[in-house]
């Protein structure tokens, strides 16, 4: 019988590992799950190098020598970072180069306390994406007003992105064409677009959070059955967009010329209320040309008991339903993603914080 794994191949979804660090790296793991298929591609974000490097052990001798020679704490954070990257890149190579590029990356971000500010991300992107030097590394950047200027500006340029905190379909849209508006820049420059990737990163549970505890105050007979369900409907709803954009006429020329649609991902997939399945945000979203980056708990889950079928299709007019239903309840579904999107970028200012102290 085929692996899970497999199968989600055979459907043409990618599974990402949403995790990082040295001593996975070293001990062999990173290359065993590659082998074995069950990661094609990783991202990382500042928790998951402050987790790393605040407690392992396989850091500590590095640190010290970069506390004696670089003064500066955030480029001692990037320094011991773009190793790491440049090491996954390279355990990933053999995925990208046998998918043609299509798969097989690994996420670098930038600092987020430069999301609302587009000159000072393309400056990062440019510098990050010239140090970590490997085809299949991903500048992530926030998909903020700002962030997605800075984007379509490195795709213009042919450096490839991961957008990430995204929440809402008019979030989304504004990245899609981002993406499409750097490509179409590009091309008219004479740039090849067939070797730019880009990535569209929703962020799943975080959906699910905010919106069950609105459902909960407002506490109707309406609300309750609607918990649990609006990012699975938001995923939903998304895909049928980017079918549409990328299979529509704008991207055409675009296409002919080599160009990649900018694939869905779905992030942050472990279920946070534990009354729920814990495969809410894997089993419901499975479709070709998509992606789910998954922490090793959710990885774990799916191994042992995922079912891997088509599904992204299924039950699309009850998502549109459920979504509806959301907004005649009160609940303004983009207001709520710029809030998710606000806060996301705060969080992850704060665990950038918490990395630069830990590397101080």
């Known amino acids: 019988m085929a ?85 996954a890149c390279d355990a990933m190579r053999p995925v990208f180069e046998a998918t043609g590029g299509d798969d097989g990356y690994v996420s670098l971000e930038v600092s987020p306390l430069l999301a609302y500010d587009a000159e000072a991300t393309l400056a990062a992107a440019r510098r990050l994406r010239a140090a970590v030097a490997r085809d299949n590394v991903l500048i992530k950047i926030p998909g903020t007003v700002e962030g997605a200027e800075a984007f379509r500006r490195c795709i213009a340029e042919g450096i490839s992105v991961n957008v990430t905190l995204l929440f809402s379909i008019g979030q989304m849209d504004r990245i899609f064409d981002a993406y499409i508006s ?39 007979a309406e609300a309750a059955p609607l918990k649990g369900r609006s990012a699975v409907s938001i995923g939903k709803i998304a895909y049928q967009r980017y079918l549409s954009v990328f299979d529509g006429p704008r991207f055409a020329a675009l296409r002919a010329a080599g160009a990649r649609p900018q694939y869905l991902l779905w992030a942050s997939t472990s279920t946070k209320n534990p009354a729920y399945n814990d495969l809410l945000y894997v089993e419901p979203l499975i479709g070709p040309q998509t992606i789910n980056t998954v922490p090793d708990i959710t990885l774990a889950a799916f191994r042992d008991h995922g079912k891997a079928a088509l599904t992204i299709g299924d039950g699309v007019p009850q998502a549109e339903a459920a979504l509806a239903a959301l907004e005649r309840l009160g609940i303004d579904l983009e207001a709520a993603g710029t809030q998710l999107q606000t806060e996301g970028v705060k969080l992850f200012e704060e665990a950038y914080a918490a990395l630069l102290a830990a590397v101080s």
């Not at 497999?6 to 459907?11: D, F, G, K, V």
């Not at 987790?51 to 020679?69: C, K």
């Open 3 to 87: 692996s899970p794994f497999a199968s989600l191949r055979q459907i043409g979804q990618s599974i990402w590992l949403d995790n990082l660090s040295r001593g996975m790296l070293q001990s062999g793991e990173l290359r065993r799950l590659v082998e074995a298929g069950e990661a094609t591609g990783i991202t990382t974000n500042p928790a998951i190098f402050k987790n790393a490097m605040s407690t392992g052990a396989v850091y500590q001798s590095e640190l010290a020598t970069l506390r004696a020679s670089q003064p500066d704490p955030e480029r001692r954070y990037e320094q011991m970072a773009i190793a790491d990257v440049q090491s």
């Open 182 to 220: 750097g490509l179409e820049a590009r091309k008219a420059a004479g740039g090849d677009v067939s070797k730019v990737k880009a990535v569209a990163s929703f962020f799943m549970s975080r959906i699910d959070s905010l919106l069950d505890k609105r459902l909960d105050a407002i506490g109707t």
